[in-house]
């Protein structure tokens, strides 16, 4: 069964420092990793995902993340964090369903905390 | 376009009641899912559908229908409410060709059940 980690519930950074979200993976075959943010009362949006290539994958809003396939990692990472980053961060790894539907399994969650 | 619309945004009920959570999207998404999300579990996905006729079971598919009779629409519904279906609701949707696995959020259903 296809499934992720994060296991930090939470990470406070201060503004302008780097920033890292971490997300280990367990799954058979070859990963499909992604990030997700959620701010407050709102749904999730999509961040970044990788899929082949490349282990350093870019996204969205200055956000970038690492695969590594040794230590079944991909953890999220941003050079200088904004306090406009505080949300709470999700890792998912997608396998394929019925009808080739993507099926999305989701880690618990990290709640990221920027101050200023 | 208003993407993916999630009604009621708050609802609360009492064991046993019935009700129905609307979903809808607007970008002629063939892909439509139900998840809920419960503190420190992540999302958890509930029932999915590849197109309009077509539903299959997520992981938590006990105490919830679905159907889908149009593209645009996939409404959830509670049959039975119980205390431990106090979530919150997401709807999302994606397109169904190659690597669009990119899903689409709604701004979720906040439901309690006492």
């Known amino acids: 069964a296809q499934s992720v980690a994060q296991p930090e519930d939470q990470v406070n950074v201060a503004e302008g420092n780097p920033l890292t979200v971490k997300c280990t993976y367990s799954?058979?075959?070859?990963?499909?990793l992604f990030w997700y943010v959620q701010y407050p009362n709102r749904g999730l949006q999509f961040l970044l995902k990788?899929?082949?290539?490349?282990?350093l994958v870019k996204g969205s809003y200055g956000f970038e993340a690492e695969f590594n396939k040794s230590q079944t990692s991909f953890h999220l990472k941003k050079p200088s964090a904004l306090v406009s980053d505080s949300a709470l961060y999700f890792c998912a790894v997608r396998d394929l369903g019925s009808y080739n539907f993507n099926k999305f399994y989701f880690g618990s969650g990290t709640k990221l905390n920027v101050k200023p | 376009n208003a993407g993916v619309t999630q009604t009621p945004k708050f609802q609360v009920l009492k064991t046993g009641q019935s009700m129905t959570l609307q979903c809808a999207q607007d970008m002629n998404h063939e892909y439509m899912s139900w998840y809920r999300q419960d503190p420190g579990m992540g999302l958890r996905l509930i029932h999915y559908s590849v197109g309009a006729g077509i539903t299959d079971q997520g992981e938590v598919p006990n105490g919830y229908n679905v159907s889908r009779s149009t593209t645009e629409d996939f409404p959830l519904r509670l049959l039975s409410a119980a205390p431990s279906q106090t979530s919150v609701y997401f709807c999302a949707s994606s397109y169904s060709t190659g690597h669009a696995d990119t899903q689409y959020f709604g701004p979720g259903t906040r439901l309690t059940v006492l």
């Open positions: 990788y899929i082949t290539g490349d282990n």
């Open positions: 799954v058979s075959g070859n990963p499909y």
